[in-house]
């Protein structure tokens, strides 16, 4: 079963950058879709970002231009980054992976934008 581990969360002041990882615990070549979910207080868990195998991204419309997902094949991680933080991008902060036959769920990260 494969596992990720998300790390990079934290406090961060209201207009700084954000830069996430997601490790996985296999090579992220088995994963024909990777993505970054949050969950804000009192509100469903929605997709920010997504990766294919194909390198091909998609991003709602509430989110383009203000992440950038990528991957790192030599470290095994899925990147998520951002600037221009606000606190309505206060929330947990989850990676997912789809190998075609199990889905997989790192446990959240909690980032908090505050002064």
């Known amino acids: 079963q494969a596992q990720l581990v998300e790390s990079g969360g934290g406090l961060v002041q209201p207009g700084e950058s954000l830069r996430l990882s997601c490790t996985a615990s296999?090579?992220?070549?088995?994963?024909?879709?990777m993505a970054w979910y949050r969950q804000a207080p009192g509100k469903e868990r929605e997709v920010i970002a997504q990766?294919?195998?194909?390198?091909?991204?998609w991003y709602p419309p509430s989110g383009k231009g203000r992440f950038t997902i990528s991957r790192n094949y030599a470290k095994n991680t899925l990147l998520l980054e951002s600037d221009r933080l606000t606190p309505d991008d206060t929330a947990v902060y989850y990676c997912?992976?789809?190998?075609?036959?199990?889905?997989?769920w790192g446990q959240g990260i909690q980032v908090t934008v505050s002064s």
């Open positions: 990766i294919g195998s194909d390198e091909n991204k």
């Open positions: 296999e090579s992220i070549s088995n994963f024909y879709v």
């Open positions: 997912y992976g789809n190998t075609g036959r199990n889905a997989h």
